[in-house]
């Protein structure tokens, strides 16, 4: 398919679980087929998946024939793979309009985590941030947010993870659209089966995307990207702090009824002061948060400094002395491209953006 083409088949990747089989039950009823084949279909797009309708051996050809006649399976194509010596692995995709997105894969003992894309690019500008940079171009569908996963299960050997992180390139909760069904296909036993506790969706604190995830009925896990505990410096990181004051996203913190990640980089000399810490505590305390220090990461830092390992050290004792939990992420494949964002601005250069208006406003169904 080249760049300019619109694809008029729908693609089974971008419907939930129940959507899918659905509309895979009413296509085989017209077609005087069973209806467990929709059922048998469905297990070879995520559980079992295969690139390929043709793939699906176990069907008769000619319904598999029919199968690529109406419908689509769409695919990532990987553009660039990197190993680090700490394991971590780092993916960029290319989709089929051209755009790059990034997808991390972040071994841990028995875990594997994947840290995944939800738009290419990024509107949100904050001003240590690699993706912020490029611009914002689009929102990504379901079939490629989830297609992340569904990518690295196709590879051989196969990469299965216990963990998924919505910590890539966008703002997951201005593309809630998308987003919403692909916590299904993630999360359904009959699409990936990750449970829902070992997802995490991460958040500058959009208000309306909280609220939203708050009303399903899964444990999914939010963080909320924190990086400075007042609002006068907030402002100065983060431009969505003027739509999304700290105090109301303190707010709806407290309201969410599962406990709540704070995601904090340490910028050498910006947010890192003891003062600093003590104001962060009592957001914290307010709304029983959980702290994650993140080492700055060289690659994408912007120009501002990494802290240093010892005023790191500190920051997490005051916090801790405080009653607040907290742990210190460990920088992974920093001899590779890893920063969020890198990768791609390595491979496209920065890229004008685009308009949001039309694709980065959050629309809760």
């Known amino acids: 398919m080249t760049v300019l083409e619109v694809p008029t088949t729908p693609d089974l990747l971008d419907f ?52 690529t006649a109406d419908f689509r399976l769409s695919a ?33 003992g028995d875990r594997m985590t994947f840290c995944i894309s939800s738009q290419a690019g990024c509107a949100l500008k904050c001003a240590f941030c690699a993706t912020g940079a490029m611009g914002f171009q689009r929102n990504l569908a379901p079939s490629e947010i989830a297609g992340q996963v569904r990518e690295l299960r196709l590879l051989n050997p196969p990469i299965i993870p216990t963990n998924i992180v919505f910590m890539g ?6 593309n809630w659209k998308a987003v919403g069904p692909t916590l299904s296909l993630l999360n359904d036993a009959r699409a990936l089966g990750i449970g829902a506790r070992h997802i995490t969706i991460s958040t500058v604190g959009v208000l309306p995307g909280i609220i939203a995830l708050s009303e399903r009925p899964e444990q999914f896990r939010l963080a909320i990207s924190i990086h400075a505990p007042s609002d006068a410096l907030r402002k100065t990181l983060m431009p969505v702090n003027t739509k999304y004051p700290l105090a109301d996203v303190i707010e709806a913190a407290k309201q969410f009824d599962r406990r709540v990640t704070f995601e904090y980089v340490m910028l050498g000399g910006v947010n890192d002061q003891p003062e600093h810490a003590a104001q962060l505590a009592q957001l914290a305390r307010d709304c029983r948060a959980f702290v994650n220090l993140i080492p700055l990461h060289p690659g994408g ?10 005023v790191i050290t500190v920051f997490a004792k005051a916090l801790r002395a405080r009653g607040v939990e907290t742990a210190v992420r460990r920088s992974r494949g920093l001899d590779i491209a890893a920063a969020c964002g890198q990768l791609r601005t390595e491979r496209l250069g920065r890229r004008a953006p685009i308009a949001a208006d039309e694709h980065s406003e959050i629309g809760i169904a």
């Not at 929709?38 to 998946?49: D, E, I, K, N, S």
């Not at 295969?50 to 050809?61: A, I, N, Q």
């Not at 990987?78 to 071994?107: C, N, W, Y």
């Open 16 to 67: 939930d679980p129940d959507s899918a089989i659905e509309l895979l039950r009413a296509w085989m009823t017209v077609r005087g087929e069973p209806a467990y084949r929709a059922t048998q279909v469905f297990a070879r797009l995520w559980l079992r998946p295969v690139r390929s309708f043709e793939d699906m051996t176990e069907l008769p050809k000619a319904l598999r024939e029919a199968l």
């Open 76 to 108: 990532l194509e990987l553009a660039t793979r990197q190993k680090s010596t700490d394991g971590t692995e780092k993916f960029l995709f290319r989709m089929h309009d051209g755009q790059l997105i990034e997808t991390v894969a972040i071994p841990d």
């Open 169 to 174: 390139m966008g703002e997951p909760m201005m």
């Open 301 to 310: 830092s912007m120009g501002f400094t990494p802290s240093t390992t010892p």
